[in-house]
């Protein structure tokens, strides 16, 4: 046990991208983690044992090397910013961070949400295709929108020329949009800036296809 | 024109939850704005004109004194922070600031977006009944996972005594659950909370039913 006491835990499931998400935030920190995977597919988020830990029920989770336990993807990151502030995800400056924050939130609280197991789910039930409709549908209306925002403030990443924390939430949506299908061709910024970060380390390593809990036939054909 | 150049400007919705997270923040903060309405319902969202300012199309949006425009509320109520520290909105701590972002966001990642307007159209189109059944379903189902963080956080509000960020997202959050017609009774925490922060002026004044885009046959029986 004498990992858990030295080392943060991060609860994840391969696939997720708010998971997704923070892995690429400990890795761009150079901080060490253990990894415990959750799968969302069969129900273990909704253990006795995990609600206790997270009582909403979702990953990812994060457990501080004290043991508290930070749920939600960006509550976690905005804490390994403030607990560890080198390598900065926010960049100077209030309105350049409010920028930052709007671009990430436009992902976490507009695009992604829809596309929630629970709410594929309950649309279209084990219906792949469906969910693949529900999903492409919500993803390419959420990039039109996206795509326009980032027109005035990309450079290299999404805020001008340096990494921040809205490159980390948009990667991981470009990995879904893929999954539903979605016509990339309207969404050059987006493509563009996806593909520069998909050559960075911190990006690469924490892909889903390279997570311990992402099945073998999915790992060959991921990357 | 001297108004805009003196006074930070507010494009609202009065029905928004969204919206009217920043309105409390403002209030709770003692900052003078002016208020401009977008009807969402006819879409004014989608105007040339409001899509120069917003490309993604949405309110809240926050204009600076500098003209620097910021859009999602989450992102709004940071920056209103960084620039205004006084009666703070987020602890001190990085763990409890940590704790009062994940039940925000557990709000505005989770619960919320599934009933926006966009979403509600897509699923239910014009009837009524199907839209309040939908936001029935998933209000009272994230309520769940909310009530049950809160027994581990909650003293007279959200996170301990202190009013925070994580309660001016609590608040419209149930607005938007009296819509649905959400049967309360299993979320006691949750109604304790929201009845106690409502005796506030910050919450009482930026009520949905005293803004002046609010139709009048609703404000006669808002408050």
């Known amino acids: 046990m004498a990992s858990e006491e030295s080392k943060p835990i991060l609860y994840s499931y391969f696939r997720s991208t708010a998971s997704w998400r923070v892995r690429i935030a400990l890795e761009w920190k150079g901080i060490d983690y253990e990894y415990r995977n959750i799968d969302l597919v069969s129900g273990a988020q909704q253990s006795e044992e995990y609600l206790k830990l997270n009582p909403y029920g979702k990953v990812p989770l994060f457990i501080t090397k004290d043991g508290k336990a930070i749920a939600q993807s960006e509550a976690i990151i905005e804490y390994l910013e403030e607990i560890k502030p080198e390598r900065p995800m926010l960049p100077k400056g209030a309105c350049h961070r409010a920028q930052v924050r709007s671009i990430a939130q436009v992902i976490a609280c507009d695009i992604h949400p829809l596309q ?4 594929l789910k309950h649309v279209a039930g084990p219906d792949m295709e469906k969910r693949s409709e529900w999903g492409n549908y919500w993803t390419s209306k959420g990039f039109e929108g996206l795509e326009s925002m980032l ?7 999404c805020l001008g020329d340096n990494i921040t924390m809205a490159d980390m939430f948009l990667v991981p949506m470009i990995f879904n949009a893929q999954r539903w299908k979605v016509d990339m061709k309207p969404f050059p910024l987006i493509t563009r800036i996806s593909n520069t970060l998909m050559t960075l380390p911190e ?3 924490t892909h889903p296809h390279r997570q311990v809990d992402c099945p073998d036939e999915l790992k060959e054909t991921g990357l």
């Open 116 to 119: 929630n197991l629970s709410v």
């Open 151 to 157: 027109e005035q403030t990309a450079g290299t990443y």
């Open 203 to 205: 990006f690469k390593l």
